[in-house]
């Protein structure tokens, strides 16, 4: 009897293939975040430093992994499809590991040198960190949704860590509050779709949503759950009408923190993104463009015209945050007729805006350690006394403005090229239009905190030097050479283009 | 590699970017070391000058519609940029404006910056704009064009901004948001052009090839190349800039330090209408004449509205200003007339309006430096207290006013000309009415103009500068001043020296829209 059980078992199941050298990232990432803990517990309170250098190597380690796989080049395929190695996701995870590790730089000191539980915070990092590499390669709705929550979870908590601070708590509640809300209504979407296709497989479901399950007239259905999933990572990008959340997290959550939600989970919400459009929905672009389309044009207008009346320079990075969010949906709005090149475009920016987003936070953090204040009035002058931060902090606004020949200027060229091509369409080159429009007002925001640094008189007549510890000064360093790099070689496009599915 | 191979490969590159690698070095020198800051600064120029130099005399005139020193190597693959760099006819005396103007500001700027002071700053920026419009002159693919294009802004931004008037912050914003509001049309446009023209390169002369080609199969749409062409409008239209687009012109030049209004007037206002020539009407010559009566009613308006601004000014250095809008209104006439006269009077001038309204600016600079202002009612009688100062300004008034004999007259009058005979597609009668309010300009221009050397020149000085001891033209100030003062003379005599290098080129394209109907 037993005997019987045990031979059917044995010969319905096959253990899945794992191929431990597609997982290696993830493992090395996973071991690094337990060996954090560890080194937390057994060293001596007070001796800082320790930590955020083990977190760094960690993820310096999963970086290695990657190269091979870059370098063997061969896809892989894993657990039915479910979970994949291929262009895009390589590329995709270099760019989180890259960041996060700026992240870590720029935690360093502010961890260090406030009131906070460092062990716990470079865990939480890592686990978000897990998770983002992890929806890098997810190509199915329950890896997925997993990825998002390891990613999310810990973000909540990161954005709340200034416990004592009111706008702390308010950053970290408003932020769990919309994202649980965003999940439900993802998770109704993928309940749909499932319900539809009887998997959760991308592949599967892209068979589907093209063409019905055979079983009656799907359509509206399928197009509820394509909007509800895809209004739930709308969320995560912050696009407006669902980026409310975004301004007071950002302003509330330690600066480190900002950045990291601003850049690397920004940029996982556009990962999913991609995927599900480019993969799952690809059949009904009757949907999915025009509601880019809106989405995209609502979020750089409202998010640019909003960022125009700020006056702390987080809320404002926030909000130009938001604009920038609309300028990576516009391609997404052609991706009917040129679903490559939204796919490329969309890589790209994000490149080119991790590296000049990182670049300027790191500014802020560097300036606030001496004014402490975040308020853009109080960089008045600073060329006076940190003339080298303030060429810095100018290249990287300049470059959120798209002027050439810095980094953003391509980032932006990208997108008009994706809306461009391979026909010219009125609701291409309309958003075009509004893109470029949108550049402009920008600008204006942009170029005040340049006013604010070139041209106008030290605040409190305060002119001692900055000084710039090395982890923040390593974290500059880095930002202005890609963004630089970026602008005036063909490395962002180069690693946009070859950032390519597997073929399913 | 023999002397002439290199200068061939590596001659263009170099004069373009020898100030930018000059700016590099500035920036790590101590600031304490002011006088090998500008030493470093003026070497910089001066090397890049070298080597143009060097260029232009191995350029082959006689064959000037070619391009030349032409270098093609890849840059951005993935989006089909390629550097390629050349000169032909037309970029020439643009160019050779620009390696003149750079070291003769620095020259002039020498032993007075202005405030807040900071030599080292202000002598980066001044070599990052050199840079940028040398490469603006030389690129013959539309990506670097516009990098180039666009790389002036930032050191313009901070040179208004930081080193300007009391209304500089206003100012250097304004300029700033107005162009760049072109640009991103602009772009979008070039971008349009690239895939109606085929999708595979972005350099000029495949664009228009590709352009021509589907124009020849008939399968493009004149709306689609109306568009195109209107988005480039806006791009260069603001940079000229035309009315109604030029009321950032004014304050710019106004609020910037003379070294800034300088290269302004000299240079950058050039970066619109030789895109006008060489990317607008040499890609899309069909567009273009659709265009041209709207250009060309912008021009005549500019004219007149650029004069009778002048005539309410009440400072020197805005009366200036304005009259660079009416200046720049012939120069769109001459363009607008799509005839390879009025291409070639506009070409001149560009490089007259270059020369003289540079030197105004100057004039205008070193007015304010001794009087420590620029109200035209305060000032008078400058004659008597600095007279080689005074017929300097009368000099170069004069010739501002378009006087036969001095470089302005043979930018203003052949363009006037031009529109007697537009190109056979475009209505005589209406560019006739044109020619007929363009030459009302000029006498309003020679109106305004002697006006205001009456009042500031002639008569005695003012009883608030009566006593004061008025310096006359400082050793510095001729250095800058007697070439350009030279070559107006020069070109105003000899104006085949320019139209000997731009009428081959020039030609060509004139042929171009002769053909069309």
Same mark, same amino acid.
């Given at each position: 009897?037993?005997?019987?059980?045990?031979?059917?078992?044995?010969?319905?199941?096959?253990?899945?293939?794992?191929?431990?050298?597609?997982?290696?990232?993830?493992?090395?990432?996973?071991?690094?975040?337990?060996?954090?803990?560890?080194?937390?517990?057994?060293?001596?309170?007070?001796?800082?430093?320790?930590?955020?250098?083990?977190?760094?190597?960690?993820? *310096? =380690? $999963?970086? +290695?992994? /990657? #190269?091979?796989?870059?370098?063997?080049? !061969?896809?892989?395929?894993?657990?039915? @499809?479910? %979970?994949?190695?291929?262009?895009?996701?390589?590329?995709?995870?270099?760019?989180?590991? *890259? =960041? $996060?590790? +700026?992240? /870590? #730089?720029?935690?360093?000191?502010?961890? !260090?040198?406030?009131?906070?539980?460092? @062990?716990? %915070?470079?865990?939480?990092?890592?686990?978000?960190?897990?998770?983002?590499?992890?929806?890098?390669?997810?190509?199915?709705?329950?890896?997925?949704?997993?990825?998002?929550?390891?990613?999310?979870?810990?973000?909540?908590?990161?954005?709340?860590?200034?416990?004592?601070?009111?706008?702390?708590?308010?950053?970290?509640?408003?932020?769990?509050?919309?994202?649980?809300?965003?999940?439900?209504?993802?998770?109704?979407?993928?309940?749909?779709?499932?319900?539809?296709?009887?998997?959760?497989?991308?592949?599967?479901?892209?068979?589907?949503?093209?063409?019905?399950?055979?079983?009656?007239?799907?359509?509206?259905?399928?197009?509820?759950?394509?909007?509800?999933?895809?209004?739930?990572?709308?969320?995560?990008?912050?696009?407006?009408?669902?980026?409310?959340?975004?301004?007071?997290?950002?302003?509330?959550?330690?600066?480190?923190?900002?950045?990291?939600?601003?850049?690397?989970?920004?940029?996982?919400?556009?990962?999913?993104?991609?995927?599900?459009?480019?993969?799952?929905?690809?059949?009904?672009?009757?949907?999915?463009?025009?509601?880019?389309?809106?989405?995209?044009?609502?979020?750089?207008?409202?998010?640019?015209?909003?960022?125009?009346?700020?006056?702390?320079?987080?809320?404002?990075?926030?909000?130009?945050?938001?604009?920038?969010?609309?300028?990576?949906?516009?391609?997404?709005?052609?991706?009917?007729?040129?679903?490559?090149?939204?796919?490329?475009?969309?890589?790209?920016?994000?490149?080119?805006?991790?590296?000049?987003?990182?670049?300027?936070?790191?500014?802020?953090?560097?300036?606030?350690?001496?004014?402490?204040?975040?308020?853009?009035?109080?960089?008045?002058?600073?060329?006076?006394?940190?003339?080298?931060?303030?060429?810095?902090?100018?290249?990287?606004?300049?470059?959120?403005?798209?002027?050439?020949?810095?980094?953003?200027?391509?980032?932006?060229?990208?997108?008009?090229?994706?809306?461009?091509?391979?026909?010219?369409?009125?609701?291409?080159?309309?958003?075009?239009?509004?893109?470029?429009?949108?550049?402009?007002?920008?600008?204006?925001?942009?170029?005040?905190?340049?006013?604010?640094?070139?041209?106008?008189?030290?605040?409190?007549?305060?002119?001692?030097?900055?000084?710039?510890?090395?982890?923040?000064?390593?974290?500059?360093?880095?930002?202005?050479?890609?963004?630089?790099?970026?602008?005036?070689?063909?490395?962002?496009?180069?690693?946009?283009?070859?950032?390519?599915?597997?073929?399913? | 590699?023999?002397?002439?191979?290199?200068?061939?490969?590596?001659?263009?590159?170099?004069?373009?970017?020898?100030?930018?690698?000059?700016?590099?070095?500035?920036?790590?020198?101590?600031?304490?070391?002011?006088?090998?800051?500008?030493?470093?600064?003026?070497?910089?120029?001066?090397?890049?000058?070298?080597?143009?130099?060097?260029?232009?005399?191995?350029?082959?005139?006689?064959?000037?519609?070619?391009?030349?020193?032409?270098?093609?190597?890849?840059?951005?693959?993935?989006?089909?940029?390629?550097?390629?760099?050349?000169?032909?006819?037309?970029?020439?005396?643009?160019?050779?404006?620009?390696?003149?103007?750079?070291?003769?500001?620095?020259?002039?700027?020498?032993?007075?910056?202005?405030?807040?002071?900071?030599?080292?700053?202000?002598?980066?920026?001044?070599?990052?704009?050199?840079?940028?419009?040398?490469?603006?002159?030389?690129?013959?693919?539309?990506?670097?064009?516009?990098?180039?294009?666009?790389?002036?802004?930032?050191?313009?931004?901070?040179?208004?901004?930081?080193?300007?008037?009391?209304?500089?912050?206003?100012?250097?914003?304004?300029?700033?948001?107005?162009?760049?509001?072109?640009?991103?049309?602009?772009?979008?446009?070039?971008?349009?052009?690239?895939?109606?023209?085929?999708?595979?390169?972005?350099?000029?002369?495949?664009?228009?090839?590709?352009?021509?080609?589907?124009?020849?199969?008939?399968?493009?749409?004149?709306?689609?190349?109306?568009?195109?062409?209107?988005?480039?409008?806006?791009?260069?239209?603001?940079?000229?800039?035309?009315?109604?687009?030029?009321?950032?012109?004014?304050?710019?030049?106004?609020?910037?330090?003379?070294?800034?209004?300088?290269?302004?007037?000299?240079?950058?206002?050039?970066?619109?209408?030789?895109?006008?020539?060489?990317?607008?009407?040499?890609?899309?010559?069909?567009?273009?004449?659709?265009?041209?009566?709207?250009?060309?009613?912008?021009?005549?308006?500019?004219?007149?509205?650029?004069?009778?601004?002048?005539?309410?000014?009440?400072?020197?250095?805005?009366?200036?200003?304005?009259?660079?809008?009416?200046?720049?209104?012939?120069?769109?006439?001459?363009?607008?007339?799509?005839?390879?006269?009025?291409?070639?009077?506009?070409?001149?001038?560009?490089?007259?309006?270059?020369?003289?309204?540079?030197?105004?600016?100057?004039?205008?600079?070193?007015?304010?430096?001794?009087?420590?202002?620029?109200?035209?009612?305060?000032?008078?009688?400058?004659?008597?207290?600095?007279?080689?100062?005074?017929?300097?300004?009368?000099?170069?008034?004069?010739?501002?006013?378009?006087?036969?004999?001095?470089?302005?007259?043979?930018?203003?009058?052949?363009?006037?000309?031009?529109?007697?005979?537009?190109?056979?597609?475009?209505?005589?009668?209406?560019?006739?009415?044109?020619?007929?309010?363009?030459?009302?300009?000029?006498?309003?221009?020679?109106?305004?103009?002697?006006?205001?050397?009456?009042?500031?020149?002639?008569?005695?000085?003012?009883?608030?500068?009566?006593?004061?001891?008025?310096?006359?033209?400082?050793?510095?100030?001729?250095?800058?001043?007697?070439?350009?003062?030279?070559?107006?003379?020069?070109?105003?005599?000899?104006?085949?020296?320019?139209?000997?290098?731009?009428?081959?080129?020039?030609?060509?394209?004139?042929?171009?829209?002769?053909?069309?109907?």
């Amino acid at each position: 009897m037993f005997a019987f059980l045990l031979q059917s078992v044995a010969s319905t199941f096959d253990r899945p293939a794992i191929d431990l050298h597609a997982l290696a990232p993830e493992f090395v990432l996973t071991g690094a975040l337990v060996v954090v803990l560890l080194v937390d517990l057994f060293t001596p309170k007070g001796s800082r430093g320790i930590v955020p250098s083990v977190a760094g190597i960690g993820i *310096l =380690a $999963a970086m +290695v992994p /990657v #190269l091979t796989l870059a370098l063997d080049g !061969a896809d892989r395929s894993m657990f039915g @499809g479910a %979970y994949v190695v291929d262009n895009f996701s390589l590329v995709l995870q270099a760019m989180f590991l *890259l =960041a $996060a590790y +700026v992240v /870590v #730089l720029l935690s360093t000191n502010y961890v !260090a040198e406030g009131d906070y539980a460092e @062990g716990e %915070y470079y865990f939480l990092l890592l686990c978000a960190l897990l998770g983002m590499l992890v929806m890098a390669s997810s190509r199915d709705l329950i890896t997925m949704f997993v990825a998002l929550e390891l990613l999310s979870i810990p973000a909540y908590m990161l954005a709340g860590w200034r416990k004592r601070d009111r706008r702390g708590n308010e950053a970290g509640v408003k932020y769990y509050l919309m994202g649980v809300f965003a999940s439900a209504v993802m998770l109704y979407g993928m309940s749909l779709l499932y319900g539809i296709s009887g998997s959760t497989l991308f592949s599967d479901i892209a068979l589907a949503v093209a063409r019905g399950n055979g079983l009656g007239d799907t359509t509206p259905l399928i197009t509820l759950g394509v909007v509800f999933v895809l209004i739930g990572f709308a969320f995560k990008v912050s696009a407006v009408p669902f980026h409310t959340w975004a301004p007071d997290t950002y302003e509330g959550a330690p600066t480190p923190v900002t950045a990291f939600l601003a850049v690397s989970s920004k940029a996982a919400g556009f990962v999913a993104l991609l995927q599900l459009i480019l993969i799952a929905f690809i059949g009904r672009d009757d949907v999915v463009g025009p509601l880019m389309w809106v989405l995209a044009a609502l979020t750089m207008t409202v998010g640019n015209l909003i960022a125009l009346r700020q006056t702390n320079i987080v809320r404002m990075l926030a909000y130009s945050g938001v604009a920038q969010a609309g300028f990576m949906l516009a391609p997404l709005a052609v991706v009917g007729s040129n679903s490559d090149g939204a796919r490329s475009a969309v890589v790209t920016y994000l490149l080119i805006y991790a590296a000049m987003n990182l670049g300027a936070f790191a500014v802020v953090l560097i300036v606030a350690r001496k004014t402490r204040s975040a308020e853009i009035a109080s960089w008045g002058g600073l060329f006076e006394y940190a003339p080298g931060l303030t060429v810095l902090m100018t290249v990287f606004l300049f470059s959120l403005a798209g002027i050439p020949p810095l980094g953003g200027w391509l980032a932006k060229f990208v997108v008009f090229r994706a809306l461009l091509s391979p026909d010219l369409t009125a609701g291409g080159v309309i958003l075009a239009v509004v893109v470029g429009v949108n550049s402009v007002i920008a600008l204006y925001y942009y170029a005040n905190v340049a006013r604010q640094m070139w041209m106008n008189p030290v605040p409190d007549g305060d002119r001692t030097p900055v000084r710039i510890p090395f982890s923040l000064a390593a974290a500059v360093t880095l930002s202005v050479v890609l963004t630089v790099a970026f602008g005036v070689s063909d490395l962002a496009t180069h690693l946009g283009d070859l950032a390519t599915f597997l073929p399913a | 590699m023999d002397n002439n191979e290199f200068l061939t490969e590596w001659g263009l590159t170099l004069m373009v970017f020898l100030p930018l690698a000059g700016a590099l070095l500035l920036m790590v020198i101590p600031k304490a070391q002011e006088q090998m800051i500008k030493v470093a600064a003026l070497g910089a120029a001066l090397a890049s000058g070298a080597v143009g130099v060097a260029v232009l005399a191995n350029f082959n005139y006689d064959s000037s519609e070619k391009l030349q020193f032409v270098v093609n190597r890849n840059w951005i693959e993935a989006i089909h940029a390629n550097y390629i760099v050349g000169i032909d006819g037309l970029s020439v005396p643009l160019i050779a404006l620009t390696l003149l103007i750079t070291p003769l500001v620095m020259v002039y700027s020498w032993n007075h910056f202005p405030q807040p002071h900071n030599p080292q700053a202000f002598l980066i920026l001044m070599l990052v704009l050199a840079t940028g419009m040398l490469g603006t002159f030389v690129a013959q693919d539309l990506i670097l064009f516009f990098v180039f294009f666009e790389v002036v802004l930032l050191p313009m931004y901070f040179m208004i901004g930081v080193w300007g008037g009391e209304q500089r912050q206003y100012a250097s914003i304004k300029f700033f948001l107005y162009t760049l509001f072109g640009s991103a049309l602009m772009i979008v446009s070039f971008l349009a052009l690239f895939f109606v023209a085929g999708g595979d390169s972005f350099s000029m002369v495949d664009l228009a090839q590709g352009v021509a080609d589907r124009n020849a199969a008939g399968n493009l749409a004149m709306i689609t190349q109306v568009l195109i062409f209107g988005g480039m409008f806006m791009g260069f239209g603001i940079k000229v800039p035309m009315f109604p687009f030029h009321t950032w012109l004014p304050d710019a030049h106004t609020q910037a330090p003379t070294a800034g209004s300088v290269i302004l007037a000299a240079v950058l206002l050039k970066l619109g209408t030789y895109g006008f020539i060489r990317v607008a009407l040499f890609i899309l010559p069909e567009a273009a004449v659709k265009w041209a009566p709207y250009i060309g009613a912008l021009a005549v308006i500019g004219i007149i509205y650029g004069a009778l601004g002048c005539l309410a000014q009440t400072d020197m250095k805005r009366l200036i200003a304005f009259s660079s809008v009416a200046h720049m209104g012939f120069v769109m006439l001459g363009i607008a007339s799509l005839t390879t006269f009025g291409l070639n009077a506009a070409v001149f001038g560009m490089v007259a309006h270059g020369l003289i309204t540079g030197m105004l600016f100057f004039l205008a600079g070193s007015v304010k430096d001794r009087f420590h202002t620029l109200e035209i009612k305060r000032l008078g009688g400058l004659l008597l207290q600095a007279p080689k100062l005074g017929w300097i300004l009368g000099f170069c008034i004069m010739a501002s006013l378009g006087l036969p004999g001095l470089a302005g007259f043979w930018g203003e009058f052949p363009a006037i000309l031009s529109a007697y005979n537009p190109a056979p597609a475009l209505s005589q009668e209406l560019f006739r009415t044109y020619m007929v309010i363009a030459a009302f300009g000029t006498v309003l221009a020679a109106g305004y103009l002697l006006w205001l050397f009456q009042r500031t020149a002639f008569g005695t000085p003012s009883e608030e500068f009566a006593d004061v001891e008025i310096e006359d033209v400082r050793v510095s100030e001729w250095i800058a001043w007697v070439p350009l003062l030279a070559l107006i003379l020069v070109l105003g005599v000899f104006p085949n020296i320019i139209f000997h290098v731009t009428d081959p080129f020039l030609t060509v394209m004139g042929n171009t829209f002769a053909g069309l109907k």
